[in-house]
C-alpha cells in the first residue's frame, strides 16, 4: 500500500500562484507515474498534470503555460507550481500514483486538497 498527503491548498486571488505538494510513504517501490487532477463542484475529475519516472509531462490545454508538475525521487514527492491561476481553477485537486510491480499496475489516491480562487 502507498500513502499519500497532499498539502499547500487554500484561497488564493485570481492571477495569484500555489505550490501543491504530494508525499508518498508506504511502499514505494518502484513507484511509476506521478499525477494531479481536480474535481470542481458537478463536475467530472479530470487530469491536470503527469509526470513519468523519466521526467516527461503531460498537461491539458486548460493548464498548459501556467502550471508545472515536478518530481523528487529522492523524497517520493510530486509538486504542482499553479500560476496565473483563474476562478475556474477551483476545485479539490488530487495527487495520484501508479506503482508498476511484477508486471500489475496499481494506483493510489490521496485525500484531496482545496484550492479555491477567488476573482
Known amino acids: 500500500q502507498v500513502q499519500l498527503v497532499e498539502s499547500g491548498g487554500g484561497l488564493v486571488q485570481a492571477g495569484g500562484s500555489r505550490r501543491l505538494s504530494c508525499a508518498a510513504s508506504?511502499?514505494?517501490?518502484?513507484?511509476?507515474?506521478m499525477g494531479w487532477y481536480r474535481q470542481a463542484p458537478g463536475k467530472q475529475r479530470e487530469m491536470v498534470a503527469v509526470i513519468s519516472r523519466d521526467g516527461s509531462t503531460n498537461y491539458p490545454d486548460s493548464v498548459k503555460g501556467r502550471f508545472t508538475i515536478s518530481r523528487d525521487n529522492a523524497k517520493n514527492t510530486v509538486y504542482l507550481q499553479m500560476n496565473s491561476l483563474k476562478s475556474e481553477d477551483t476545485a479539490v485537486y488530487y495527487c495520484?500514483?501508479?506503482?508498476?510491480?511484477?508486471?500489475?499496475?496499481?494506483?493510489?489516491w490521496g485525500q484531496g486538497t482545496q484550492v479555491t480562487v477567488s476573482s
Open positions: 508506504g511502499n514505494v517501490f518502484k513507484i511509476n507515474s
Open positions: 495520484q500514483v501508479i506503482q508498476l510491480v511484477g508486471g500489475t499496475l496499481s494506483g493510489y
